[in-house]
């Protein structure tokens, strides 16, 4: 099946368009601009969105004027952190080759570091069109944007003090696993605003009371980004354990009381100025995009055949060794690249001790 065009509106680009850099990947702002970068190695054309504060009204497309090694990019002199923004990719539609490439839906950039808004369920999340005879054979026009999580450019400063790694030694490693919503939702000693959040966990009697307990290290069940599964929601039931990741960068946003990440980093330096080890559980194996006839929310339309690993005979079809519908390709030099920069940048950036990975044999 070839490629189609999206049934886009047209916008008029106000926005300076410059050449960038290819590196560092994501939305990157440098006191005077922002640098986009996003790999896809099959794609034709890749449009930069950018809405308006709420993230309900996309006000411009702009394609990425650049292309090296497989990195599209562009730098924005206009832009700035808080601009919400994400990518709309075109390509050939021709699921049997492993491409899935449909711009009629809003992409959420793989190295996002903040994302606003919810998944709302929505048949226009799907590139095919449900109930087509030809399944996800065939090719869905609806614009997904009102429905997907947007991102958001941030500015990393932050003023971390005196703060540094604990090093627990290994034989007096004693970790204590917890969930952040979990364990701060029915504290007493929790501000009802903050009840389920970063912030919650920073409270005094919080920390007081891990610290009693002996152990040395606290061990976060996974914060990353993660999509409430539809079959849930239809049951009244909601993804508590947040196994399904789509964005490996930019924690929950519901685990954000202030709605900025300087709220982890605080909750980091508070966890260490006692003497507190900080492991985050990390689902590097998947992601919420599921199998074939899964939603296209990020990977999926920005190069599937790169990021996923396809059936050789039917490239249509996963390789579903996680049991999840899909498996993140880690033999594939960008993928593989993808997550080493994930984990670095919570070790440096947010000052995360370790990692706890889940399936990693």
């Known amino acids: 099946m070839s490629k189609r065009k999206p049934s886009a509106p047209q916008f008029q680009q106000v926005s300076r368009i410059r050449e960038g850099l290819p590196f560092p990947l994501g939305a990157t702002w440098d006191g005077l601009g922002v640098n986009f970068a996003i790999f896809s190695a099959h794609a034709t054309k890749v449009e930069l969105c950018l809405f308006d504060a709420s993230g309900e009204t996309e006000l411009e497309r702009i394609e990425l004027p650049e292309y090296t090694d497989e990195i599209w990019h562009g730098y924005l002199p206009d832009a700035h952190p808080g601009q919400i923004y994400g990518y709309r990719v075109h390509g050939p539609y021709e699921p049997e080759a492993g491409h899935r490439f449909n711009p009629n839906k809003l992409l959420i950039d793989p190295y996002a570091k903040q994302l606003v808004g919810e998944l709302r369920w929505s048949e226009a999340l799907f590139g095919y069109t449900i109930g087509h005879p030809d399944g996800d054979l065939s090719f869905d026009e609806r614009d997904s944007a009102p429905f997907v999580p947007k991102c958001k450019i941030i500015d990393p400063a932050f003023t971390w003090g005196r703060d540094h790694p604990v090093q627990v030694p290994w034989d007096r490693t004693v970790i204590y696993e917890t969930h952040v919503r979990g364990y701060t939702m029915r504290h007493p000693a929790v501000a009802d605003e903050l009840r389920g959040t970063f912030a919650g966990l920073k409270t005094p009697e919080i920390i007081e ?78 992601t919420a995009e599921g199998n074939e006839l899964g939603p296209t929310l990020s990977m999926r339309g920005i190069d599937n055949a790169s990021y996923y690993r396809l059936m050789p005979d039917d490239k249509r079809y996963y390789i579903n060794d996680s049991g999840t519908g899909n498996t993140l390709d880690m033999s594939h030099p960008c993928v593989l690249q993808m997550v080493t920069d994930s984990l670095r940048y919570w070790a440096t950036e947010m000052h995360v001790d370790g990692f706890r990975f889940d399936l990693a044999t």
């Open 209 to 286: 009371y891990i610290r009693k307990l002996g152990v040395s290290s606290i061990e976060f069940l996974p914060i990353h980004a993660f999509v409430q599964d539809q079959h849930l929601l239809e049951k009244g039931m909601s993804n508590y354990w947040g196994y399904n990741s789509i964005a490996f960068f930019a924690p929950h946003p519901k685990y954000l009381a202030s709605g900025k990440i300087s709220e982890f980093k605080e909750m980091v330096a508070h966890l260490h100025n006692a003497d507190l080890e900080v492991i985050l559980d990390v689902v590097y194996n998947h």
